[in-house]
């Protein structure tokens, strides 16, 4: 409906929507976003019946949850990953796994795969390249999803694995390769949501991102990839909480802010690379196991907020999140949630809705002042990297989190249902984890290597190692690794003989 178009009210001389600095958006033209629910849990086979049940339902893109032990590169017959396979996401030992996991799934039909990978994202691109071999199809046929983001997990998360420089290195293979060899992939994804989920303030979700993806850019750059190559392949991962209108100009401010990053730090002259492309996940500290269904009410208006920023994807929480892994019930109302505000709303109507409103402008110019404050301080300190190694980004962030929790206690911060409104909750199923799963996969990923050409992992794992010790860009090596069926564990264990691993070192 062209007459409903944000841009048709601007006035004479205001900035459009789909024009630099892209504060209104980066498309002139209102678009629907991708629904992209996070799932995963279990075994490969569990895993990919739930994905199936949520295409069936239309969701139009997913996202592979990982259990701890493959995030953190260990086989599930390790013994540091007992008790956690497949519990907080699905357990991925090899290429049998993901060839399990996306059996039946038409993977050019899919318009986003994307997974939480940080500090193995070149090793689950790399499973996807040798996926696409087995299946007689090019990689460039599909769009992967990488989060990749591994600086944020030395802030924020907390599954970084080598140091904080080669964790860079490994990082940057990936957006190197991809940019070269795959452009429909995205191998990076700037994340701010778990550095949100752990305390921080919208400005320093923003800034902290920001500066980790200078420290990519910088990296990839300076390897001679150039900027307008790699730059429009990115996308950002951000929070969506209940502050609702400094939110929608929270995805607004950090669109104008990426926009002079490109353009001012880069030169780049692309559109594609100075336009922010968002990810926004409804965020999950927001509920409560108190009163579950009131997370209904938060997805919502999260969900809300989000559609009115103009975001790309979106995922929205199942409301018993607080409690466990989603049933299939919450995940499939959780979609729905998605499809009402996007479909019977008309929100995806009109660009920009809030445009013009004067405490949305203001809200907008605040964040962006603060977020460029930041940025210039985290550049004083020597940058991610040096924040990170120092402790500041991970004193900054519990600051704020202490503020927040004591603005919850004293009732400053009113949370329905659990600091007032209290009620008896009622009891509900709880999703569980089949105890039996883990013994079932820590045999297979044993079947795996008893079946497989040993001479052939080998010779490719010295490869690999041959590589990291030369200082050469891993992900070659990493794929004819995993396409002998070279593990997780076995890929990592390499790559820590020759990295090392990561322990705390200092505070700030």
């Not at 990076?188 to 420290?215: C, D």
Request: proline residues 5%; contains cysteine; glycine residues 8%.
């Amino acid at each position: 409906m062209r007459d409903r178009l944000a841009s048709d009210y601007a006035p004479d001389g205001a900035e459009r929507p789909g024009t630099y600095p892209y504060t209104r958006g980066i498309s002139a033209e209102p678009k629907p976003w991708i629904m992209g629910q996070y799932a995963g849990f279990g075994s490969a086979q569990q895993s990919n019946q739930r994905f199936r049940a949520l295409l069936d339902a239309g969701q139009t893109g997913f996202s592979v949850a990982l259990d701890l032990p493959t995030q953190m590169g260990y086989d599930s017959d390790d013994p540091g990953a007992a008790g956690e396979v497949g519990r907080v996401g699905v357990a991925i030992d090899s290429l049998a796994d993901v060839e399990i996991l996306m059996d039946g799934i038409p993977l050019e039909q899919i318009s986003q795969v994307r997974t939480t990978a940080n500090s193995i994202g070149y090793l689950w691109a790399a499973l996807f390249v040798a996926l696409a071999e087995r299946r007689g199809t090019r990689p460039d046929e599909f769009g992967l999803f990488i989060q990749n983001d591994v600086l944020k997990e030395f802030i924020a998360r907390g599954t970084q694995i080598f140091p904080a420089a080669p964790s860079l290195t490994l990082a940057a293979d990936t957006i190197e390769y991809c940019a070269t060899n795959l452009p429909r992939w995205t191998p990076l994804s700037m994340s701010g949501y778990h550095i949100r989920e752990s305390g921080g303030t919208a400005e320093h979700e923003i800034a902290f991102t920001f500066a980790n993806a200078i420290a990519y850019l910088d990296e990839v750059v300076r390897r001679g990839v150039p900027i307008d190559r790699v730059a429009p392949t990115l996308y950002t991962f951000l929070s969506i909480t209940m502050d609702f209108l400094p939110e929608v100009a929270k995805f607004r401010a950090a669109r104008r802010v990426w926009a002079r990053i490109l353009r001012e730090r880069y030169g780049a002259t692309d559109p594609r690379s100075q336009q922010l492309r968002i990810f926004a996940f409804t965020a999950g500290s927001t509920f409560t196991a108190q009163q579950p269904l009131n997370n209904v009410v938060r997805a919502t208006m999260e969900a809300t907020a989000a559609a009115l920023a103009g975001v790309q994807t979106m995922h929205v929480s199942a409301y018993d999140e607080a409690l466990g892994v989603p049933t299939e019930s919450a995940a499939t109302l959780a979609l729905r949630t998605q499809q009402v505000v996007a479909l019977e709303s008309g929100l995806t109507e009109t660009v920009d809705p809030f445009g013009g409103s004067y405490a949305i402008e203001r809200l907008t110019d605040d964040l962006d002042a603060k977020i460029t404050s930041l940025l210039a301080d985290i550049d004083r300190r020597g940058g991610a990297l040096a924040c990170i190694e120092s402790g500041w980004f991970a004193h900054e962030l519990a600051d704020a989190a202490y503020q927040h929790m004591l603005d919850v206690e004293s009732g400053e911060r009113v949370v329905v249902g659990l600091n007032q409104f209290r009620s008896p909750t009622e009891p509900l199923d709880v999703f569980a984890v089949d105890p039996a799963m883990e013994a079932a996969q820590v045999s297979a990923v044993r079947a795996v290597r008893a079946r497989r050409d040993q001479a052939a992992v080998d010779a490719a794992l010295d490869h690999l190692r041959t590589a990291a010790l030369a200082g050469t860009n891993v992900m070659e090596p990493t794929i004819a690794a995993v396409r002998s069926y070279a593990t997780v564990g076995e890929v990592i264990d390499v790559l820590r003989d020759v990295h090392g691993a990561w322990t705390p070192t200092a505070t700030f």
